[in-house]
């Protein structure tokens, strides 16, 4: 089993963001299978099985960047389409369960929604897509060893509650352990 499919199975938000992250390294190599060999594979402390199924993972992760059309921006339709199965939680969780915990962590975060949306001229309008942006983005900056002032990893710690509640709630969801109410389902 990848790793990128532990992260599906076991917690959808690092899994997102894991992908966002394999996209972004996928473009650093242009693409190219043998620079991901060489840069990625190769330099990780695995098993010789290990890798070739790693490699057999980017190849087809690649395959599907050329597919979607995403070489140089963008994210492959499955993130994309697990992006829009969180929305939709994340509006069940507000309009539907009414649960009050979420809405707090909501209430939290939204200034700051609001705040990043204005930064990037409305490209992204859905909110978790914002959330997943924002806290993608201090992770490059921190890898970068760049500097981030103390009011931006606030902001975006409000991110990342919400989204660990969020995907906890998804995770419960996908497990059966929380129903829409009846009158949904009608």
Not at 139 to 158: C, D, F, S
């Amino acid at each position: 089993m990848t790793e990128a499919e532990k992260k599906r199975r076991e917690n959808v938000i690092e899994y997102v963001l894991y992908m966002f992250h394999q996209e972004n390294i996928i473009r650093g190599c242009q693409m190219n299978i043998e620079c991901l060999q060489k840069r990625v594979v190769n330099t990780s402390e695995m098993s010789e099985t290990d890798k070739i199924e790693m490699m057999d993972w980017y190849k087809q992760v690649v395959n599907l960047m050329e597919k979607d059309n995403i070489e140089d921006r963008g994210h492959l339709q499955e993130v994309i389409e697990l992006i829009g199965e969180l929305s939709y939680v994340h509006n069940a969780l507000i309009n539907v369960f009414q649960d009050k915990e979420y809405i707090q962590l909501w209430e939290e975060a939204y200034p700051n929604l609001v705040a990043i949306e204005e930064k990037t001229s409305g490209e992204t309008r859905n909110p978790i897509e914002l959330c997943f942006n924002g806290i993608y983005g201090i992770l490059v900056l921190k890898m970068k060893k760049q500097e981030i002032i103390p009011e931006t990893l606030r902001a975006v710690k409000t991110f990342s509650d919400l989204l660990a509640y969020l995907g906890k709630r998804y995770h419960d969801i996908q497990q059966g352990n929380l129903r829409f109410p009846d009158s949904m389902n009608n």
